[in-house]
Each structure stands twice: as structure tokens, then as C-alpha cells.
């Protein structure tokens, strides 16, 4: 049989394409919630599951990067929900196969194969950012349905805008990928006259956004706080999380991998006359592309993965018939040429993030698809609870058993303070949470007033598991910088219990921060601001940092400049990140607040680590910033209270650690 005939033979077999679409599922399949783990990622999971069972309202109880479904995406959980975990892993990667095996079937040649080569070995590694790959692949191959083939598709179509609706909801950057595409695919039908089709496309998609949202137990009145409430963590995110720079090795690969893609962009539009709905598309998949490439490169540690083994797919459906019938021979030649190098260099940068990546994928294919068979035939007959850790070992959270704070807390509202939610639920304790769930997300001024408005209302915890922490070396008291000073005024650490603080809320009127003026100057980067003659007390500090025009595109396109607080104290220098944008309403510089001994010893009042002066410093060659920003220091005047009466005095001293010693 000649090459042309068996690609003939394998295209119109129906078994072939069988056997493709259940390799693809099998390989493809994801279960979220199967594994245990307790730390910081470990604890948002948990609490988005926890408010889904217990119907926290996102947009008013919950503001994060999730959605009311977004306990469907990570892989950590207490083994709960398990009744929505395994219907939608199941049916999901249906979706993804026959996605998959629909779009490979419009590729001409040998080039379909190297495509499902890609996503069978990539299905391998991808791990817990399957949803991150897999989903803006969907919604490509949606697009194209909603822009091109709706008269042949009219149930592929509908499908497709519930499919995208439910996606919208598990995470927000599905949501705004959901959104921008079907006003897209919208304004193609408007361009071709199809107002009717624009209109039902919008139509469909919105309602189905408020039946899913109101099926998982939401408020309508909470879905614009909600967006509202999620652009701001995204908005945010670009400052606060820049952190991991990526391999220069990894960053020329990429980009390499992208300018491939980028060129076949063009390829396309000077050798053939693009209609409307090809340029629908192409907008889509650029869409995509700079969505996968802000996630992968923000924080650049294993998320660089979702952006090198997603563009080999996004970039399928420049291969498909759509594009290819209106192409001469040559430009068709010189894509595949371009789709080959985009796979070469995407496999390069995989093996430069982690050594031998993609020769895992080849050779333990055939043991991940032999162990997804036996999880999928297992979940098929209803045997569930050897595919979640928490089902097969229900007491492996002994570890985070708190005997002291359970008794001390009962049954009344607590929520932790950092991030540590997980001993909450490890505890059966009765979790009441700020909005933003987890200090160091509180990125804006808009969220920092939203956290600190419930500490204020009659909806805020009468305990606190206070932990001070923070990540990537941020000054610490950055995180919930305005709700800080205002829980350590108003309330009391009682015990303390593992690595927290038990902290209750005092009885009586709220005391709310008074700040007085001390000085307000306009300094310069590496400019060094005494502190000394105002360390007689405690010092709260207000930063207006503007980036430049320059700045905000860097950002936009890739990584916000990295600013340092750097402190004098006793001869010693220390240096910890600083994100301007927390700063901006204020936040507790002196006394240093490192540890839970270093909050005790505020509230007792007696001597704590106080920085003589302070410097920002910012790691960019580029002029990312105006020159010039302004600082203001206040005098919190009734801060911290007096606690006057001995006894009180003697609890809190004796729940200072043995080896306290400032």
C-alpha cells in the first residue's frame, strides 16, 4: 500500500478515528481533588471547596482568581464533592477528545499525526495546569464553530456556548477568554449580516452564564461584584507575583516558539485574502497565545509549561481546512515547516525547564495511559474512593490537629490569617473568610477595602488563627496592609496553638486607626529616608509610586519591574520585595513584624526590632518608574491599645516563645 493510500485509508477509517478518540480521552483524562496536601496551594483548594458545599457567595464572601466551580480545577482536596468531581472529569475529556480528533481530521497530511503526537506525549507532563492548556484549546476550536461552520453545526454551536459558560466559571482568565471570543465570533456574524446569529450567540452565552452561576448556588446581585472584584486580583497580579524570572535558555526558546507562530500569522495574510471569520479566528488564537504567555512568564516556574506545550496546539488550527483551501502550495509548505519548528522549540524549552521532559513524555506514555484505563474504568463502576487520598486515608490530616484552638473556638466563625486555611477544615472548624482569602492577594487598593470592610462589619470572625507570614520575601506586613493594624487593635491573642496565634475578637466598640502626620517628602530610588527620629513608637508608611509609560507596557507585555525595601537596623541591611501597589493606603513599617513573638511584643509594647532608616531599590537597567515618588510616615496615635490591667499583661508575655530574646 502506498503512503497515499494509507493516509487515505486511515482519514475516511472510522475505526482509526475511534481508536485516536479514546487514546486522546485516556490520555487527556484529569481528575481534580485526588491528592492531599496542606500547604499554602493546598489551602485556597480547600476553601474553594469548602465554598462551594457551603454556599459562600463569590463576589461578597470569596475574590480570587476562581470561580464558584473553581474547585474543579486544582488537584489537592479532602476528597469532597467528589459527585461533581468525577461526572465532570469524565465529560470533559470527552469534550477535549472529540475536540482533538475533529480538529486533527481537517489537517492535511502527515501533520495531523505529528499534532496528536504533540498532545498525547504533552498530555503526560502537562499535570496540574491540564485546565490552563486544555481549556483555551477548546475554546479555539469553539470559535471556529461559532465563526465558520454554524449553519452545519447549529447543536455543536449551542454546545460549545454551554460549554464555555460552565468553563467561565471555574476560573476568571476562562471567563475573559470566554467573553472576548463570543463577542468575536458576534461581530463576525454581524460583518456577514447574520444579526440575528450575533445576537442569539450573545444571547445563549448570557443565559447560560446566569443559569450555571445561579445552579451553583450564587446570588444574582453578586455575579458584577464578582468580575468587578476578579479584575482587580487579575489586574494586580502582574506587580504582586513577579517574582521567578525564567532561564535565559527557556526565554529564547519560547519567544523563539512564538515569533514561529507569529510569522505563520503572517504567512497567512499576505498569501491568501482573509475573510472576516479567518480574522475572527486568528484574533481568538492570539488571544490565547498572550494569555498562556503572561501565565507561563509571570511567575516563571512550572506555569512556563502551560505557554510551551499549548502553542504546538493553538497553532493546529492554522492547519485545518478553513485556512488551508484558500492557500497556494508554497504557503501551506512553509506552515508546516513553521508548525515543525514551533513543536522543535516548544520541546527545547520544555527540556530546559526540566531536564528530559519531553523524553518522559515518549517513554512513560504508555504507563500513563495503562494507569488513567484502570482510573477511568474504576470511576465507571462507581469504585471512587481509591482515586482520592483523603477517601483511602481519611486520618492524614492528624498532623494539623490543633486540640487547644478546637476547644477554644467551638463552633463560633474563625478565619486564618495568613494563608493557612487548611487547619481550619482539618479541624471541622467553622470557617468565616475575608474576601480576598489569602493576604498576599490582596494586590489592590480595591481589595485591601474590601478585606478590611468585613473586619469592620457585623460579618467579621469572632477568631482569628493568626499566623505571621508571607511569601517571596515581601516585607511582611504588606500583606492586608490596612486590616493588619486594625486586627491587632481590636483583637487579643488568647493562646497559642501549632503555629498560630489564637486570636478573639474584644469585647465593645471598634477602635478603629487614627493617624497623624509626621513628614511627607518626595525622594528618589536609593535615596535613604530616616526613620530614627520618630522611632519613639510605631511608624505607619505611605508610598505613591507611578510606573512610566514604559513601565506599564513591560508589565503588560511581560514582567513588572521587581522593587526592594531595603532596612538599616543596627548595622545589619536586609532587603525584601516590595509591591507598591499594597502601599499605597499604608502599611506598618516600624516596628518590624516577622514573626507571631514579634506581634506579641507590639501589643505589649516593649522594645521590637525598629529599622533606623529605609531605601527602594528597583532592579531594572530601564527607567520602569518616575524618578520622583512621594512618601508620607503617620504616628498611629491609639495604636497598639494600652493594656492596662497586669493580669492581661502577664497572659500575653507568658505566650511569647521560651526563646523570645528582642
Known amino acids: ?51 462551594f458545599r457551603h454556599d459562600l457567595q463569590f463576589g461578597k464572601d470569596v475574590i480570587f482568581t476562581f470561580g464558584p466551580f473553581g474547585f474543579l480545577y486544582p488537584s489537592y482536596s479532602q476528597g469532597n464533592i467528589v459527585e461533581f468531581r468525577v461526572p465532570f472529569a469524565l465529560i ?71 460549554v464555555l459558560a460552565f468553563l467561565s466559571l471555574i476560573k476568571f482568565t476562562f471567563f475573559m477568554t470566554a467573553v472576548v471570543s463570543v463577542l468575536l465570533c458576534a461581530a463576525v456574524q454581524s460583518g456577514r449580516r447574520n444579526i440575528k446569529k450575533a445576537i442569539l450567540i450573545v444571547l445563549l452565552f448570557s443565559l447560560f452564564i446566569i443559569f450555571f452561576w445561579l445552579s451553583a448556588g450564587q446570588h444574582m446581585e453578586n455575579l458584577v461584584p464578582w468580575i468587578r472584584g476578579s479584575l482587580a486580583v ?19 526558546s519560547s519567544v523563539i516558539a512564538g515569533l514561529l507562530f507569529i510569522t505563520a500569522f503572517g504567512v497567512v495574510n499576505l498569501t491568501s485574502r482573509v475573510n472576516i471569520a479567518q480574522l475572527g479566528l486568528m484574533t481568538v488564537v492570539l488571544l490565547c497565545l498572550f494569555f498562556s504567555w503572561k501565565h507561563g512568564f509571570t511567575r516563571a516556574d512550572d506555569h512556563v509549561n502551560i505557554y510551551n506545550l499549548g502553542i504546538p496546539l493553538y497553532f493546529a488550527v492554522l492547519l485545518t481546512r478553513p485556512f488551508q483551501e484558500y492557500l497556494p502550495h508554497s504557503a501551506r509548505f512553509s506552515l508546516g515547516v513553521l508548525f515543525v519548528g514551533v513543536v522543535i522549540f516548544c520541546s527545547l524549552a520544555a527540556n530546559f525547564q526540566a531536564a528530559g521532559t519531553i523524553q518522559r513524555a515518549v517513554r512513560g506514555w504508555p504507563g500513563h495511559l495503562k494507569e488513567n484505563a484502570l482510573m477511568v474504568l474504576q470511576l465507571a463502576v462507581g469504585d471512587w474512593s481509591k482515586n482520592f487520598s483523603a477517601l483511602e486515608n481519611p486520618n492524614n490530616n492528624r498532623l494539623l490537629d490543633l486540640p487547644v484552638a478546637r476547644q477554644l473556638i467551638g463552633t463560633a466563625p474563625v478565619d486564618a490569617f495568613n494563608y493557612k486555611q487548611s487547619y481550619i477544615f482539618a479541624n471541622g472548624l467553622n470557617y468565616r473568610p475575608r474576601p480576598v482569602i489569602q493576604g498576599y492577594s490582596a494586590y489592590t487598593d ?32 504588606l500583606d492586608d496592609a490596612i486590616t493588619l493594624p486594625f486586627i491587632f487593635n481590636n483583637y487579643m491573642p488568647i493562646a497559642v496553638d501549632g503555629p498560630f496565634l489564637v486570636l478573639r475578637e ?54 513588572a519591574p521587581i522593587v526592594y525595601l531595603s532596612t538599616q537596623t543596627a548595622g545589619k541591611e536586609n532587603q525584601y520585595r516590595f509591591i507598591p501597589q499594597m502601599a499605597e493606603r499604608g502599611f506598618l513599617v516600624s516596628p518590624l513584624i516577622e514573626t507571631n513573638d514579634d506581634v506579641l511584643n507590639l ?7 525598629k529599622p533606623e532608616n529605609i531605601k527602594f531599590v528597583y532592579a531594572s537597567a530601564l527607567k520602569t518608574f518616575e524618578e520622583n515618588f512621594t512618601v508620607r510616615l503617620y504616628r498611629p496615635e491609639n495604636f497598639p491599645p494600652e493594656i492596662s490591667d497586669h493580669q492581661e499583661r502577664e497572659k500575653l508575655a507568658r505566650l511569647r516563645s521560651p526563646l523570645f530574646d528582642h
Open 603 to 609: 501589643l505589649l509594647k516593649t522594645k521590637g526590632i
Open 92 to 162: 470533559w475529556c470527552g469534550f477535549i477528545a472529540w475536540t482533538t480528533t475533529q480538529l486533527a481530521h481537517q489537517i492535511h497530511g502527515p501533520l495531523k499525526y505529528l499534532f496528536l503526537a504533540w498532545f498525547l506525549g504533552s498530555s503526560v507532563v502537562v499535570g496540574v495546569h491540564s485546565l490552563d492548556v486544555h481549556v483555551p484549546f477548546v475554546m479555539i476550536f469553539g470559535a471556529m464553530v461559532l465563526m465558520i461552520d454554524v449553519p452545519k453545526r447549529r447543536v455543536s454551536a449551542v454546545v460549545f456556548l454551554m
Open 506 to 559: 474584644k469585647t465593645g466598640l471598634h477602635t478603629n486607626i487614627i493617624m497623624r502626620l509626621l513628614t511627607e517628602q518626595t525622594i528618589k530610588f536609593n535615596e535613604v529616608i530616616e526613620l530614627t527620629p520618630w522611632n519613639d513608637g510605631p511608624i505607619i508608611m505611605q508610598v505613591t509610586m507611578r510606573p512610566t509609560f514604559l513601565g506599564k507596557v513591560t508589565t503588560f507585555l511581560y514582567h
Open 234 to 252: 487579575a489586574g494586580g497580579y502582574t506587580d504582586a507575583m513577579t517574582t521567578l524570572v525564567p532561564k535565559f535558555s527557556i526565554f529564547v
Open 1 to 51: 500500500m502506498t503512503e497515499k493510500k494509507l493516509i487515505r485509508w486511515m482519514t475516511n477509517n472510522h475505526f482509526i478515528w475511534t481508536l485516536f478518540f479514546c487514546l486522546v480521552y485516556i490520555s487527556a483524562f484529569v481528575l481534580s481533588g485526588r491528592e492531599v496536601r496542606y500547604d499554602l496551594d493546598g489551602s485556597w483548594c480547600l476553601a474553594l471547596e469548602y465554598a
Open 446 to 477: 480595591y481589595l485591601q477595602v474590601m478585606n478590611l470592610a468585613i473586619f469592620k462589619s457585623e460579618q467579621r470572625p469572632l477568631f482569628l488563627l493568626f499566623n505571621m507570614e508571607t511569601i517571596d520575601n515581601r516585607y511582611p506586613t
